[in-house]
């Protein structure tokens, strides 16, 4: 495991809305993540998990506290800033995997790479490389109606791998998916921690899953 910590809250607090209206989504939430961690967030729905999760993300603004991404902090950092961030230090896996139906699974992966202002053979080898190594090698080629729900989480999680995040953030990334699959994608997850030094926090309210 890395020392240096990638990912650090403080504090932090979100409420939605004023006065009476006020609802606490988050109340002083503390965590700290270092690269090879694995951490997992357990809760019932609605308990504030998602919110905490795009809070760390840099998605959303914390009401008060600290967000640390190596080291810098990015609480009230202007939003054109918090935008590199989130294409370099962060990579996101989703529940509805967010898979882009025009594209196939390796343009699904390149587009990260594209975002980032970055194309040609080179993005497509390491596309390519990435999904081979998740098993996908037979389905690079196909768009994500014709793969099951595990291949497109895996496409997903290829997708956050292949820009090199520090971070890897996943929201339920199990939920839409039977128990083996479930496993296997919390597996990949749990390597990308231990064999490439990422930090993982992984939100889920299914124990069974995920432990």
């Known amino acids: 495991m890395n020392d240096k910590v990638a990912l650090k809250l403080e504090k932090v607090t979100k ?16 965590l700290s993540v270092s690269g ?17 999760l795009t809070m760390a993300g840099c998605l959303l603004r914390p009401t008060s506290g600290t967000i640390r991404v ?5 609480s009230r950092l202007p939003d054109k800033e918090l935008s590199r961030i989130r294409q370099s230090s962060i990579g996101f896996v989703f529940q ?16 990260a790479l594209n975002m980032m202002g970055r194309d040609g053979e080179q993005c497509r080898k390491e ?22 729900g595990g291949e497109k989480q895996r496409v997903s999680i290829a997708r956050a791998l292949v820009k090199g995040p520090g971070i890897i953030l996943a929201d339920e990334p199990t939920a839409n998916l039977d128990s083996r699959r479930g496993r296997e994608i919390v597996e990949i997850l ?20 995920c432990c």
């Open 127 to 148: 596309a390519a490389s990435l999904l081979d190594g998740l098993g996908l090698e037979a389905r690079r080629h196909f768009r994500p109606e014709k793969l099951s």
């Open 190 to 209: 749990k390597n990308a921690a231990r064999d490439a030094n990422k930090a993982v926090v992984v939100v889920s309210h299914d124990r069974h899953q």
């Open 36 to 52: 090879g961690e694995f951490v997992l967030i357990m809760g019932p729905s609605g308990s504030g998990k998602t919110t905490l």
């Open 15 to 30: 409420v939605f809305g004023k006065d009476r209206n006020a609802v606490v989504a988050v109340k002083d939430a503390d």
């Open 96 to 111: 509805s995997f967010n898979l882009l139906s025009a594209l196939t699974a390796q343009e699904n992966v390149e587009v």
């Open 70 to 74: 190596n080291g810098t902090d990015v």
